[in-house]
């Protein structure tokens, strides 16, 4: 069940893109913001330099023989970091002012996750390259990377909401990027994954966050609600999503 609903929400939000010129302004310019990130189209243009002869195979395997960073652990350390990041992402959320959006955070955070996790088990799904160690054909994109920098951003933008020195919030949203570089660079080390499968991974996970930040979390939306409505021996569930901000 959940990778299905996993794939339904990453396709929900690539309609929700799609359909941007005919949504509220502020949907087409979320996207667009999220598009000219330099976290979305740097990584993308690193992946297709990489892919010009075999760059892409030369640093991936130099990656996984040698094993600069995390040696014979880089499979549990990608996981580890993976989770820290989410981690962060939710203390963050939670620590942010109710005033400030707390539960929206928490609840349009979560969708952003799922996005992009529907998005990137899609594209496995489509193009089946297989993974460097042989062990199947889930290699593009790359999920951790992904999940690791949608949570990175998502806590990056909820540090904005904390009353904390700069010092400190700086010091946060550098660890952040370590978190998500971190898991990237360890799905290569442990050949689950080449340059620029991570590549990939990375830039849909941070498109997604940033996306979903700008057109649900930071304007000052209401969350969505959830409700059950019984009809005759059973019931329905209604989803209402705002598209403006009350006035």
Not at 33 to 40: D, G, L, N, V
Not at 46 to 70: H, I, N, Q, T, Y
Not at 216 to 243: C, D, H, K, Y
């Amino acid at each position: 069940m959940r990778p299905i609903l996993v794939r339904l929400v990453g396709f929900a939000m690539l309609a929700a893109v799609a359909g941007c010129t005919s949504s509220p302004p502020r949907f087409g310019e979320a996207a667009l913001a999220a598009a000219q990130s330099p976290r979305t189209w740097v990584p993308l243009a690193g992946a297709a330099l990489l892919s010009v002869g075999d760059l892409d195979d030369s640093l991936s395997e130099w990656a996984a023989d040698e094993r600069p960073l995390f040696g014979g652990s880089a499979e549990g350390a990608s996981d580890d970091l993976r989770d820290l990041a989410v981690a962060g992402y939710l203390a963050t959320a939670l620590a942010a002012p109710t005033e400030r959006g707390r539960w929206r955070r928490i609840g349009w955070g979560v969708t952003a996750l799922y996005a992009q996790g529907g998005v990137v088990e899609g594209l496995k799904d489509v193009i089946g390259r297989q993974r460097p160690d042989g062990s199947n054909d889930r290699g593009f994109p790359a999920g951790h990377a992904g999940v690791a920098t949608s949570a990175a951003t998502l806590g990056q933008r909820n540090l904005d909401a904390l009353a904390i020195a700069p010092g400190w919030r700086l010091g946060a949203s550098i660890g952040f990027d370590a978190l998500a570089v971190g898991t990237a660079w360890a799905r290569m080390e442990a050949e689950k994954h080449r340059a620029v499968d991570v590549l990939a991974g990375y830039a849909i996970g941070h498109f997604a966050a940033a996306f979903v930040a700008a057109a649900f979390i930071e304007p000052g939306l209401p969350a969505a609600e959830l409700s059950f409505q019984g009809v005759g021996n059973g019931g329905a569930l209604r989803l209402t999503m705002p598209l403006h901000p009350a006035r």
